[in-house]
């Protein structure tokens, strides 16, 4: 079964709008069993949504539509939608009942505009909008002869929903995800996403070269790299939910032979929630001293929910003066090794362990760029100090040139080295 | 002239990923005067890239593709590509010598991977990547006939991008964008984005109703809100560029009239860059201290390039203990009067002036949420203190109970009353 997801909207293809919508269909529809075969965006004209319609038709067997419903887009959609299914526009009693009450829970008195919402296509189901006034349309339609390549089956689905997030999202729950479910045997399937930290793509694929070459054919393998990251997703399909799920943890456990210290977490999680996780789990608390991230990593920490438990507070100083004054860095120290150096970034950790009496401390040095490097130390230049309650310790790095990606490359290092060292000491 | 934008890419079909790529491109083309046509998402599969790539030949005359790039995902996506473009891979000097130097300047080796890379199809331009190693790709083809219902011209052009974004972003302005005015018109098209702070969208609208109305119709207003800020983008279209520009200008100046104390800028103005400007123009320097903002505020201002020349540094004093020993608050105060209040943000700008000893002070004390609020201060309460050369005062601030919303809208709000106070002391 073939479903693809359309959204219509000028604003989407001005970049003025990024297609959330269609994400979180897609994440629905993965969580039921299904899968989104294609994307399309249209604007709001009569002749593309007719090609989009007749175009999807010969791709899937079901399309999902969002947008161009409301009260001041309904008119061009509606008369378009007629056009494509040959169909007229009737009033529906209950759709206007609906409408009435929705106003008269506000006080407020119907429209012209908001009584048209409630004529719709003699042809459809319509689906009740429990949170707006316009209602959603289930179209089931045969599919002419020699209208596309689709071989089978005969008949295609096509479901309109409103563009407005919060009302597309409970009328795809309640009225069409258990439609589909009783239309179509939802496929299983299950993904699980491995989180890891510390190697780039290319050189992460050459290690687990053997491991990726033996998946069986139904686990899919995709690397999504972000600055300093790189997410592997697994994707196991057949026909048992139970049995993909143990198929998948037993090629996870394989891996973790092959990457152990890459592997941070898993699915949804983030470094400074683990971080967060094992200080309140060792009931510790953590400090931060800051350069070159400037207050990111203390960004990071605290907007995880309840930090105050556990992070006591950040030194950024940017200034050498501020160096010296806030984290005690000996002027000495300073003039001999510079601001990027293993002894600055090693009495920073030092320095702010003290300042916050803090059992952990995260410091970072660096030169984020893209200026203000020299050939001894370019642009990209990173020192990170990890303080614990048994040691101190600094590590050397040299990114790119890129101001922004630097920055978060540092964060999530220096945080994954927190990490590391809480669990192995 | 017709431009689809294709995205390659699983993650984006089942909801991991959201195209925001797809949006920057759309928006990155219309600021320059084209428009995006139609977006399409297809997966990583031979089968269904080859048909995206057939379909879109009909429909466009420009088709700008991005994903299925980089070292894990080439093999499939470069021969696909050579498959439909009838050519070969061949190996490219110049593209192994970038990648080459790409690796030397990080220190690291180059893999068998890597050097796969270099391989390019014959008949493309390669487009070079200054932040990966994966090469853009530029193909010309001439339509076959019956290939499709596209009127015309004849050939179309393909462009293959990288999927992660900051290498997409960096070769679409560099390499893309020039190409594309070489071959086609640009259409007359203006856009300028007004950049408010302090007051919400229905509210703004309430007040600009007349203007608004009496836009002229060629000039569209779309309002875009973000945490704290809201932009009011208004794009005019018609025969003559400057004279776009010229009635734009005029209409601004209208509207300066009746919010003049909510725009801080037009356009890609960041309040942190207009900060740093006026910092760098007065001669001045800046310290923060946070609390429930928890470096944020710090990390605004260090992402902006050059920051060291007038930023001092900041304290995120997370603990009652931190705000004495750092911030020196008096314990008296904390007591009395809480964390959270007007007198302490106070005697935290204070502390924080003295301790830099920088000119221009921003603090920031709150519950940041969703927990720890009380009926008297609930999530969302905030307080932000500015200290400058002539004085020191503090404004208090109910924002609502989302931990992420709280901390963007306090940041933008304490740097646009720094900005204010800087402008008019």
């Known amino acids: 079964m073939k479903i693809e997801i359309l959204n219509i909207g000028d604003e989407i293809l001005i970049g003025q709008v990024i297609n959330t919508n269609a994400a ?33 038709r010969a791709r899937a067997d079901v399309v999902l539509i ?33 409408i009435v009450a929705f106003f008269d829970r506000r006080g407020i008195a119907v429209t012209e505009l908001n009584r048209k919402q409630a004529e719709l296509p003699e042809s459809c189901i319509s689906l009740s909008n429990r949170i707006g006034t316009a209602r959603g349309m ?24 409103p563009g ?32 890891t930290q510390g190697m780039g793509e290319s ?36 026909s048992d939910e139970e049995v993909l799920r143990q198929e998948v943890e ?8 092959i990457i152990p210290d890459l592997i941070y977490g898993y699915d949804t999680d983030t470094l400074e929630n683990i971080v967060a996780q094992l200080l309140m789990l060792q009931k510790k608390t953590l400090a931060v001293a800051e350069s070159c991230t400037g207050g990111y990593i203390s960004h990071l920490v605290t907007s995880v929910p309840g930090s105050s ?5 950040s030194i950024t100083a940017y200034s050498n003066r501020s160096k010296e004054d806030l984290l005690y860095i000996k002027k000495e120290t300073l003039e001999s090794h510079g601001a990027v150096s293993e002894q600055v970034v090693l009495e920073m950790a030092v320095g702010i362990r003290n300042r916050f009496r803090s059992d952990y401390v995260i410091a970072t040095t660096g030169i984020a ?57």
């Open 203 to 238: 050189f992460m694929a050459d290690l687990m070269k053997d491991w990726e070459e033996n998946l069986p054919p139904h686990i899919k393998l995709a690397y999504l790299p972000q600055p300093g990251i790189v997410r592997l997703r697994l994707t196991a399909s057949g």
């Open 24 to 56: 979180w269909m897609a994440e629905e529809l993965n969580r039921n069993g299904f899968k989104a075969y294609q994307f399309t965006v249209v604007s709001d004209n009569r002749e593309h949504i007719l090609q989009a319609l007749e175009d999807a």
């Open 369 to 425: 760029g893209p200026s203000g490097g020299t050939p001894e130390k370019p642009a990209g230049t990173v020192w990170i100090g990890i303080a614990t309650p048994e040691r101190v310790f600094a590590k050397h790095f040299l990114f790119g040139d890129n101001r922004e990606r630097n920055i978060r490359r540092t964060a999530v290092t220096a945080l994954n080295l927190l990490r590391q060292e809480m669990i192995n000491p």
């Open 164 to 195: 407005v997030p919060f009302e597309m999202k409970d009328m795809f729950t309640r009225e069409v995800i258990p439609r589909l479910k009783e239309k179509f045997v939802p496929k299983p399937i299950f993904h699980k996403t491995i989180l």
């Open 138 to 161: 289930w179209f089931e339609t045969t599919r002419p002869v020699g209208a596309g390549s689709k071989p089978a089956p005969d008949s295609s689905i096509y479901v309109f929903l």
């Open 66 to 98: 969002s947008g161009g419903l409301g009260p001041t887009k309904d008119d061009i959609t509606k008369e378009t939608i007629c056009e494509f299914f040959d169909t007229n526009l009737v009033f529906n009693e209950d759709a206007y009942h609906d």
């Open 250 to 257: 037993s090629v996870i456990s394989s891996l973790q032979q």
């Open 309 to 313: 438990a556990w992070f006591q507070g």
